[in-house]
């Protein structure tokens, strides 16, 4: 199921995207990276991943992966990291393809490149076009890329259970521009984190064919269908729409439609939905906090509360303030006796009726 073409069916399309100026810097700062068949993706990786094994030098094996459909390329990739790993070698494995079971049913992917060591290691290496400066990049961007790579560390995992003297990294190497230059440079980046909340989260997933079972008979996701019975079949697999969605899903926009729609406060992000308890509606958390609904016990309904309270009294006060500081200016310049064009008699009364004035509009401000 595509789900780009869906949401756009449904009148939510997704207006993200790598632009195309990004996706060819990126397509060709892979290729300068991969040139000469990977020899400076090679000595990136032997500098701070080579450990006691021979530097390559050009002779690393470059096996063909090519094979028709995905489960063929899949098929071709597991043979070729075998006799690699045999061979006892270097060999560079560009774009395999592995395979991984997601809710009982394969998944396909792609990593930019593999690595077999000489002593049998495979290292999975990204190639990101984003810049490290300095020896450091964006964290939110590096953390992207070591959730993704720490699927494919899974997926390598299957293969190299059953592929003799095989062991795969859980440290990948990232290779990104060097500074403001197109030049190449590398970082190490252990996954075994990412790699464990992946693993974590594939084992709580529902299998497909339980989802299926639950639907109504009929149920369909054909683009071609009436828009309402569309919306009706997408209806009927409840959806889990946070606001990170937005970054990765193609119908997070027909989610959060939806979501607003009805008032959720998932909408709000997940840390709020958390502080927040039993109050799933954002019209029960204001009902809650205006003291109309609501357990005065629960202790998310007292701090809601208090909350309130707070933002009432502090509002109460700006007023006052605000009230105060009109009433001083009107009596200290409308009779023109303590403004500053007032004259100053003996006593200095003008002056300190001028500072009085200053000083309640001092107080207004503040």
Same mark, same amino acid.
């Given at each position: 199921?595509?789900?780009?073409?869906?949401? %756009?069916?449904?009148?939510?399309?997704?207006?993200?995207?790598?632009?195309?100026?990004?996706?060819?810097?990126?397509?060709?700062?892979?290729?300068?990276?991969?040139?000469?068949?990977? =020899?400076?993706?090679?000595?990136?990786?032997?500098?701070?991943?080579?450990?006691?094994?021979?530097?390559? &030098?050009?002779?690393?094996?470059?096996?063909?992966? +090519?094979?028709?459909?995905?489960?063929?390329?899949?098929?071709?990739?597991? $043979?070729?990291?075998?006799?690699?790993?045999? &061979?006892?070698?270097?060999?560079?494995?560009?774009?395999?393809?592995?395979?991984?079971?997601?809710?009982? +049913?394969?998944?396909?992917?792609?990593?930019? /490149?593999?690595?077999?060591?000489?002593?049998?290691?495979?290292?999975?290496?990204?190639?990101?076009?984003?810049?490290?400066?300095?020896? +450091?990049?964006?964290?939110?961007?590096?953390?992207?890329?070591?959730?993704?790579?720490?699927?494919?560390?899974?997926?390598? *995992?299957?293969?190299?259970?059953?592929?003799?003297?095989?062991?795969?990294?859980?440290?990948?190497?990232?290779?990104?521009?060097?500074?403001?230059?197109? $030049?190449?440079?590398?970082?190490?980046?252990?996954?075994?984190?990412?790699?464990?909340?992946?693993?974590?989260?594939?084992?709580?997933?529902?299998?497909? *064919?339980?989802?299926?079972?639950?639907?109504?008979?009929?149920?369909?996701?054909?683009?071609?269908? /009436?828009?309402?019975?569309?919306?009706? =079949?997408? =209806?009927?697999?409840?959806?889990?729409? /946070?606001?990170?969605?937005?970054?990765?899903?193609?119908? &997070?926009?027909?989610?959060?439609?939806?979501?607003?729609?009805?008032?959720?406060?998932?909408? $709000?992000?997940?840390?709020?939905?958390?502080?927040?308890?039993?109050?799933?509606?954002?019209?029960?958390?204001?009902?809650?906090? &205006?003291?109309?609904?609501?357990?005065?016990?629960?202790?998310?309904? /007292?701090?809601?509360?208090?909350?309130?309270?707070?933002?009432?009294?502090?509002?109460?006060?700006?007023?006052?303030?605000?009230?105060?500081?009109?009433?001083?200016?009107?009596? +200290?310049?409308?009779?023109?006796?303590?403004?500053?064009?007032? %004259?100053?008699?003996?006593?200095? =009364?003008?002056?300190?009726?001028?500072?009085?004035?200053?000083?309640?509009?001092?107080?207004?401000?503040?």
């Amino acid at each position: 199921m595509d789900k780009g073409v869906l949401a %756009t069916a449904l009148g939510s399309p997704a207006p993200f995207g790598q632009s195309q100026f990004a996706f060819m810097r990126g397509n060709a700062f892979e290729a300068k990276v991969k040139a000469d068949g990977g =020899a400076e993706l090679l000595r990136l990786l032997y500098e701070r991943l080579g450990g006691g094994a021979p530097e390559p &030098a050009g002779d690393a094996a470059t096996p063909d992966l +090519s094979a028709a459909g995905p489960e063929g390329r899949a098929a071709r990739t597991a $043979l070729a990291l075998r006799e690699a790993t045999a &061979a006892g070698g270097w060999a560079l494995l560009d774009h395999p393809m592995l395979a991984l079971e997601v809710a009982g +049913s394969p998944a396909y992917l792609e990593p930019d /490149a593999v690595v077999v060591h000489p002593d049998g290691r495979w290292t999975v290496v990204e190639i990101k076009s984003f810049p490290m400066i300095d020896a +450091s990049a964006d964290a939110s961007k590096v953390g992207a890329a070591a959730r993704q790579a720490a699927v494919y560390v899974l997926a390598l *995992e299957r293969v190299a259970a059953v592929t003799e003297g095989a062991e795969v990294a859980h440290q990948v190497l990232l290779v990104c521009p060097k500074d403001f230059s197109n $030049l190449p440079t590398a970082s190490v980046v252990d996954v075994r984190k990412q790699r464990a909340v992946t693993s974590r989260q594939l084992t709580r997933l529902t299998r497909i *064919e339980d989802i299926a079972a639950e639907l109504p008979e009929g149920t369909t996701f054909d683009p071609a269908c /009436a828009p309402d019975e569309l919306d009706a =079949a997408v =209806a009927a697999v409840p959806p889990a729409y /946070a606001p990170e969605c937005l970054a990765a899903c193609e119908l &997070a926009f027909h989610c959060r439609a939806k979501s607003r729609a009805e008032g959720a406060v998932e909408a $709000l992000g997940r840390s709020v939905r958390g502080e927040l308890g039993g109050l799933t509606t954002v019209a029960g958390v204001l009902a809650a906090a &205006a003291g109309k609904e609501g357990d005065p016990a629960d202790p998310t309904v /007292a701090a809601l509360r208090r909350a309130a309270a707070l933002r009432a009294e502090a509002l109460e006060s700006a007023a006052a303030r605000r009230a105060g500081s009109l009433g001083d200016h009107a009596e +200290s310049g409308d009779d023109g006796t303590g403004g500053t064009g007032g %004259t100053a008699g003996a006593d200095g =009364a003008g002056r300190t009726g001028s500072a009085a004035g200053t000083a309640g509009a001092s107080e207004g401000r503040s």
